[in-house]
């Protein structure tokens, strides 16, 4: 799929006036996803909801300018820098690697440009000021899971995950939550996203005879340590990471995947949800809007965060306008402060900002699912 790149510079407009006399200037969002690559699978999805984003915002035109990371941190960085210094976006979206995020947060925290990140990124004190993000942190959805393991009567579970930062960040919250729960962790294994066999691995995991087993992946690269532990003859529970509830890895595992089970933000199966879910009505909608122009079945709970992501900045951006022009620092700097109010209900969660803490999602939005017959099921 080609991008469309808009101009390296806004062309000039003619001037229209409002009631107040003030100049009209276009606001520019800078996007920044995985289109290519290993991690496509997530950054398509994720772009999915910027063809629904709105054109405008009151009177203001907006701009959605995409770039592809080709799944590396380095053209992430070099997409930044270019949509922070030629593009002179107000706002950079994305992207949907964690690795990516932190290296863009360097060039938000730099350039003086709020950065609202897909992916879970946790940042440092002091590079805080202009990161935000959208995903809920590794431990609330991993704590999800061990709750479930919890009462199945799990005593110990075995790790299989990619050796990259994402893979640590879930081994990370999968240690801490099932030291917490009283669950001993017997095997870690390690996989690289393009690898093309877990055999090995997956050997050593069987062997340690873990009453269940954590995949800490994402994508369709996560199916594999799947599909390869039930070949070998692994029949106990196996969990997954949020970030594999996207209908790919539900086409790529097939039948061998039936029973998976993971935390995952709600509007993947909205329409399961009880009546009394808070985030059920945004979630029926924006999948109603999504599935109208992707088709059936075309819902993820990415696209859910990248739309969630919208909701989060439309408020911002609306807040800032009373004060500041679009595409100035003061206007940057007025969206950064009321990201910080950000009180939403939407899709994927709901989300309560504050100084301290630039993510807010709420541990109660999640819910837990597993595959039956080739599609989510809620299970509670």
């Known amino acids: 799929m080609k991008l469309k790149h808009p101009c390296k510079k806004i062309l000039a407009t003619a001037v229209l006036t409002l009631a107040a006399g003030q100049a009209l200037a276009d606001i520019n969002i800078g996007v920044v996803f995985s289109l290519t690559g290993p991690a496509a699978s997530l950054g398509l999805e994720t772009r999915k909801s910027i063809e629904l984003m709105p054109k405008t915002l009151g009177k203001e035109k907006i701009n959605y300018i995409v770039l592809d990371d080709a799944t590396d941190p380095t053209n992430a960085v070099k997409n930044a820098r270019k949509l922070s210094g030629e593009d002179n976006v107000d706002v950079l979206f994305g992207p949907n690697l964690i690795t990516s995020g932190l290296a863009m947060a360097d060039v938000a925290n730099e350039k003086k440009v709020p950065l609202l990140s897909q992916a879970p990124i946790v940042t440092t004190p ?17 704590g999800r899971v061990v709750a479930d393991m919890k ?6 579970v075995a790790f299989i995950g990619f050796s990259d930062s994402w893979g ?4 990370k919250g999968l240690t801490k939550t099932t030291e917490a729960a009283g669950i001993r962790i017997v095997a870690t294994e390690r996989f690289g996203r393009t690898d093309n066999s877990v055999t090995a691995q997956a050997l050593k995991i069987v062997a340690s005879k873990p009453d269940a087993v954590f995949v800490g992946g994402s994508g369709t690269p996560a199916a594999m340590p799947h599909t390869t532990l039930r070949e070998r ?21 097939g039948k061998a995947i039936e029973g998976a089970r993971l935390a995952v933000a709600p509007v993947v199966v909205a329409e399961q949800l009880p009546d009394g879910h808070p985030n059920k009505q945004a979630g029926l909608a924006f999948d109603k809007a999504l599935e109208a122009k992707y088709g059936a079945e075309a819902r993820s709970s990415f696209a859910g965060a990248s739309w969630d992501g919208w909701l989060i900045l439309e408020g911002a951006l609306t807040t800032a306008l009373k004060t500041a022009k679009p595409g100035t620092p003061e206007f940057r700097e007025a969206v950064r402060n ?22 807010g999602y709420d541990p109660k939005s999640a819910v837990l699912i597993e595959v039956a017959a080739g599609k989510w099921k809620l299970v509670k």
Do not use: C, Q
């Not at 009462?151 to 110990?156: A, I, L």
């Not at 640590?168 to 081994?171: A, G, I, K, M, S």
């Open 126 to 142: 002091e590079k805080l000021k202009w990161a935000f993000r959208v995903e809920p942190l590794a431990d609330v959805m991993v």
């Open 151 to 156: 009462e199945k009567g799990v005593k110990t």
């Open 168 to 171: 640590e960040l879930l081994l």
């Open 233 to 253: 003859g692994f029949a106990g529970p196996i969990y997954h990471s949020h970030a594999v509830a996207n209908k790919e890895f539900l086409r790529v595992g």
């Open 338 to 359: 009321a990201l910080e109010k950000t009180k939403v209900v939407g899709a994927n969660g709901s989300y309560t900002m504050s100084a301290e803490d630039h993510g």
